[in-house]
Structures are given as C-alpha cells and as structure tokens.
C-alpha cells in the first residue's frame, strides 16, 4: 500500500517535497472538462458516476497534482434532505428556500446519495493508488446560507435574520444540516475516499463570537462523528474562507488540517494556530492571472512562510473558470522544484 505524500503531509509527517493540489482543480478552466460539458448539464455529470470519475482524473492526468478531488457539488445532499434545486448558468438556486419553523421541521436527514458514493469507487478504481482521492461535503452553516438565502447573497440578510432572530430554529436547521454532512462524509470515506474536506465556503459572514455559536460548533459536530466512527482514521480537512478573524478557535475544530484563503499570511496562521495541525494554502487564486515567473515568485513566498512540516499548497479559494491552463502547470511545477527537499 503507497503511504502517498499528501497523506503523510496531512498527519504533519516529514515529507520530501510540499504536495500540492487545487479546490476546483476538475472545472471550467480546462478545455476536457469543456468538452465533457458539452455533451452534459452540470447535474448530469454530477450524477453520472462514468463521466464525474472522467473529469476528476483530467486534472490528475494533466498537471500530476498530489490528490484527486471528486466531482461533485455541496448542494447535492440538498434534494433527499426535501429541498429541490437547480444548477443554472448563473448559479445553483434553492426553489423553496427554507423560511420557516414549519419548514425546518419538514426536512430530513436522508441517507447518503447513492451515485457519489458510485462515483467515489469508480474514480479509486481508475486511479489505481496513483494519488489519494479526497471527498467533501458543505459545512453546515454554509448549506444553510444556501437553503435559506436561496443561492448565493451578497449580505445574507436572510441567514442572520434567522441566526438572530429566531436562534432556535436556526439551531434545528444547523443539527439536521450536520447530521447528513457527517453521514454522507462517513459514506464517502466508507466507499474508498482517503481524505476529507468540510468546505464552510461562508464560513466566514459573522462575528468571532457567532462564528464559536454557528460554524465552528456545527463542523465540531461534523468532525466529532466521523473521529468516532469506522472513518475515524481518514484525515480531515477544514477550510473557512475568511478564516482571519477566528485563528484563536480556528484549531479547536478536532480536523488534521485548516484550509487558509489568501487574506492571512500563512505564516501568521501557523503562529496563530499552533503546531497541533497541517495547513493547506494559500495562493490567491486571481494570481494565477500573474504571468509565470511571479506565480513562480508567489509560490516561493508561500512555501518560505510554511515551512517544511505540516502543508499542502493549495490555492485559497477555488481556481476561477478564466484562468490559463498553463499558469495552472508553472504553479504546479514550481511547488514541486521549489519544496524539493
């Protein structure tokens, strides 16, 4: 069995070179994943096993990141829990958002969705031990700004209605959210993925006392079950974007690793958050816009505030859909020259 490298980077282990992967590393950018679009809606091949496991390879096949990452969407679990959503162009949209104590209490914590955990066993077939595969799920307050605003906000006027005007409720939505993250987690993981990642996308919309009450206290839910679980020796990782203003809980979380966007230098991070987990990050996506040898400059001031022990290079949010395949390659080529050690 191959103990990979970015697995041994997620257990802070001594590894030869920093590994390096990137959150919407199968996507819009490459032109293969352009060509499997043509033929099939998003939904489509989120729900094909076949054509997910095709494109969370291209990437792999392409560029040799350290770790596959399945194709998937967070608002897939959306659907069994009672709440219909659709993936138009202009972003996915939540057809009934949930408003009400009558509808929190109509929804369901549904058993994990059945063709994730196919493609899951499809994409480590095809890969063959080549790299880990990581899977992931939405963190619960980020599901709720979902379900709640509809789709994505600007102020989430609707969401801390709620929070605060009816905590309560808010509570109710934020356990059933968590139930059927940690379930469909522990599936995953149960079907073959080797990692984990709890992505709280909008982790990061409340205060640091809100952020203990709502996020941090529901992905503790989350990590808690599958630490005592049959998944409990699967690493995870967490990643609040926006993480700056809550380093002092950010580590309380229980998760292996803290995914850092780029508005914290990562060194300060470290400091911040101790020597107990690894961390992953944390380019500023739009610098891959950057011509090659400033990436390249980028990657070695990242890698320089990291340190050797205990980091994955990731980007700090998701690559976006304009960025040149080729800057992708001279980022991933110059962590791995740049880490060697």
């Known amino acids: 069995m191959v103990d990979h ?43 094909n096993p076949e054509l997910a496991c095709e494109v969370t390879l291209q990437p792999i096949d392409e560029f040799g990141f350290d ?35 009558a509808q929190i209490d109509a929804l369901v914590v549904p058993e994990p969705v059945p063709y994730v955990l196919e493609a899951v066993t499809k994409i480590k077939q095809a890969l063959n031990n080549r790299v880990p595969l990581i899977g992931f799920a939405g963190a619960p307050l980020t599901m709720l700004t979902y379900a709640v ?8 006027a609707h969401t801390k209605k709620l929070l605060y005007g009816a905590p309560k409720e808010a509570h109710a939505l934020l356990d059933k959210l968590a139930r059927t993250c940690a379930t469909y987690l522990e599936a995953q993981a149960l ?13 990061g919309i409340v205060s640091p006392g809100d952020f203990r009450e709502y ?41 292996d690793v803290l995914g850092v966007d780029w508005r ?21 996506n739009g610098a891959l816009f950057a ?9 070695a001031d990242i890698l320089a505030r990291a340190g ?13 859909p304009d960025t040149d395949p080729e800057h992708v390659r001279a980022m991933v080529n110059a962590v791995k020259e740049l880490s060697a050690r």
């Open 67 to 101: 770790a596959a990452i399945l194709f998937s969407d967070i608002l897939i679990t959306l659907p069994g829990m009672g709440l219909e959503v659709a993936f138009p162009d202009s972003g996915p949209k939540i057809l009934a958002p949930v408003r009400t104590k």
């Open 215 to 255: 996020p941090l206290r529901y992905a503790k839910q989350v990590i808690a079950h599958l630490k005592a679980g049959p998944a409990r020796n699967v690493p995870i990782i967490y990643f609040v974007n926006g993480c700056a203003p809550y380093l002092d809980d950010y580590a309380s979380s229980g998760a």
């Open 191 to 203: 079907a073959g993925a080797d990692c984990l990642q709890l992505f709280d996308s909008w982790g």
């Open 149 to 156: 605003e509809g789709g994505g906000s600007k102020d989430y």
């Open 291 to 299: 011509s090659p040898a400033e990436i390249r400059t980028r990657v």
């Open 5 to 47: 490298l970015f697995l041994r980077a997620c257990r802070r282990e001594e590894v030869e070179r920093t590994p390096v992967w990137m959150m919407r590393q199968a996507g819009r950018y490459l032109p293969a994943y352009r060509a499997v679009r043509a033929r099939a809606t998003f939904l489509e091949l989120c729900r």
């Open 308 to 320: 050797t022990k205990g980091h994955i290079f990731n980007l700090g949010h998701g690559v976006l």
């Open 264 to 284: 914290v230098g990562i060194d300060e991070v470290r400091r911040r958050v101790g020597d107990g987990v690894a961390l992953q990050g944390n380019l500023d």
